[in-house]
Nanobody
Framework: VQLQACGGGLVQAGGSLRLSCAAS????????MAWFRQAPGKEREFVAA????????YYADSAKGRFTISRDNAKNTIYLEMNSLKPEDTAVYYC??????????????????WGQGTLVTVSS
């Protein structure tokens, strides 16, 4: 199983980025998939998730209205569209997979597979 995250970079406040997470060894349509982030000196925190079956989505309060999680089953890839970025969004963003066929979870320990992370830096 491999999750390959990419799309991070440096952007000015108010700008947009789209992160991608390509999966191999697991079908993203059969797993709860999520994005987490970790800022320097802080704990990893939940950002957004998409459920394995009907594709229901769930967002942290900090992401609601600005971020959109989606998936492309044909490409076996999930995305995180981030708009109206703020300096406090600066972090390493990780994609993760939960194979439990349960409801969406927001705790990092519930996810079994992780990508390597992609750095997002938002300048003021």
């Amino acid at each position: 199983v491999q999750l390959q995250a990419c799309g991070g970079g440096l952007v000015q406040a108010g700008g947009s980025l789209r992160l991608s997470c390509a999966a191999s060894g697991l079908p993203v349509s059969r797993y709860n998939m999520a994005w987490f982030r970790q800022a320097p000196g802080k704990e990893r925190e939940f950002v957004a998730a998409i459920r394995w079956n009907a594709g229901g989505t769930y967002y942290a309060d900090s992401a609601k209205g600005r971020f959109t999680i989606s998936r492309d089953n044909a490409k076996n890839t999930i995305y995180l569209e981030m708009n109206s970025l703020k300096p406090e969004d600066t972090a390493v963003y990780y994609c993760a997979a939960d194979p439990s066929y349960s409801n969406i979870k927001s705790r990092s320990r519930e996810y079994d597979y992780w990508g390597q992370g992609t750095l997002v830096t938002v300048s003021s």
